[in-house]
């Protein structure tokens, strides 16, 4: 039988195959640049025995991608774990009649902006939203529905992108003007400002239970901007504490409808309690997936398979002991221009927590952002007996690598996001 991936997160695709190849199955990845897996595809070019094949189809074509899917002849299942693509896939799954999501969850949570005033009527918010259409709207007629300080983005935005701060009405000329330059994905909303540190909440969910695999933390740039920078699994909260979180999360989901699959909900830990800021039906991106099952010592991509089964996964059910903690750096370029490597790579051998850089740019690629994750070139990973230890390991040896870049001039686009 076989499964198929409709693009997949940038990394973790080893670990889908690994899972795949238990059950004796094939992954076919449909994927419109297979550049973005390069260093998963490298690693598995190595195992002429891995059951995957690649094909390059235009995956923001819905047609060929159903063309593309109906040339499987044994296909059991697909898995859908982006944001980008995450609608098109509800259409497929509802036209084959394959297991997955509920399709009005994973709609309300795609828009910020509904979600947001769900989460307000359901008493999980203390706030509610106002999506608005930048290009229509001037600051006169939007100064009435805000109060400071509050924060604007897209309503279906990913990657940290297109979010911006209003301190106060001298704010609102600026914002307006970068909202209406920006490549929106969907219109813009805003809504209060949570002051608080922000964690991610990452759970399985099987026919509307919902377990909490772990709570990862999430360091953020300064601001006005809100690029993530590190990240680091799992957070070690009180019993009591952790508990709470536990109840919460499973309110927040059920609020939504959220009854199958992997969800990844970044909240801010306010002085009053839990804030969402996104729900994301889908694993958590960048190392998140490794890191969880590092420190699981599960191959948690297992339940990807189940859920693309119609299975309940082993994992809803299996021990979770953290055996050691696994952080992350997003290494980025400090200037625009062309990514040329990374310096320092001699100093990380011996170095504690054994780090490792994971690269997501190749030399030549184009830097062109700077204040969201589209300016990342590589994750470093690194481990340690608990999580804090594990971040501190993985920033002294982040903070030995130097990205070199060099010009200046801007001639691409990029490459979609993969969140």
């Not at 927590?353 to 690629?365: V, Y």
């Amino acid at each position: 039988m076989t499964l198929v991936s409709l693009e997949a997160l940038t990394f973790g695709l080893g670990r889908l195959v690994d899972a795949v190849r238990a059950r004796d199955h094939r992954l076919r990845l449909l994927t419109c640049g297979r550049d973005v897996y390069r260093y998963e595809l490298d690693r598995l070019a190595a195992d002429p025995s891995a059951p995957l094949d690649v094909v390059d189809v235009d995956t923001f074509d819905t047609d060929a991608v159903r063309r593309a899917l109906a040339e499987v002849p044994d296909l059991r299942g697909l898995i859908s774990s982006t944001d980008t693509w995450s609608l098109v896939a509800l259409d497929l799954l509802a036209e084959l009649g394959l297991p997955g999501p509920a399709p009005a969850a994973v709609r309300l949570v795609r828009d910020k902006a509904r979600l947001r005033d769900h989460l307000h009527r359901a008493g999980l918010s203390r706030g509610a939203s106002h999506a608005f259409d930048p290009a229509t709207t001037t600051a006169a007629e939007l100064a009435p529905r805000v109060s400071y300080p509050a924060i604007v983005k897209d309503t279906a935005g990913t990657g940290s992108q297109n979010v911006w701060l209003l301190g106060g009405p001298e704010d609102l000329d600026d914002v307006l003007a970068a909202g209406r330059a920006a490549r929106l994905r969907g219109a813009l909303l805003v809504e209060p400002y949570f002051a608080g540190p922000l964690f991610s909440a990452e759970t399985l969910t099987w026919d509307g239970e919902t377990r909490l695999l772990g709570v990862s933390s999430r360091g953020l740039s300064a601001e006005p901007h809100f690029r993530e920078e590190s990240l680091s699994f799992p957070v070690a909260f009180p019993p009591e504490r952790a508990a709470e979180l536990a109840d919460w999360i499973t309110r927040v989901l059920a609020a939504v409808g959220f009854d199958d699959g992997f969800a990844h909900t970044e909240f801010v830990l306010t002085a009053d309690g839990p804030e969402v800021v996104e729900i994301n039906p889908r694993l958590g991106g960048a190392l998140v997936g490794e890191a969880v099952s590092r420190s699981l010592e599960l191959n948690i991509y297992d339940a990807f398979v189940d859920l693309a089964l119609g299975r309940r996964p082993a994992l809803m059910d299996a021990p979770l002991k953290p055996v050691r903690g696994v952080a992350q750096v997003l290494l980025y370029a400090d200037r625009v221009g062309t990514f040329r490597g990374v310096d320092g790579l001699d100093r990380l051998p011996g170095h504690p927590g054994s780090p490792a850089l994971l690269p997501t740019a190749a030399e030549g690629r184009r830097v062109e952002h700077l204040t969201d994750q589209r300016g990342s070139v590589g994750i470093v990973l690194a481990e340690g007996e608990t999580a804090e230890l594990a971040l501190h390991n993985v920033l002294s040896a982040a903070g030995k690598l130097r990205v070199r870049v060099t010009g200046a001039e801007a001639d691409t686009e990029g490459e979609p996001e993969r969140g």
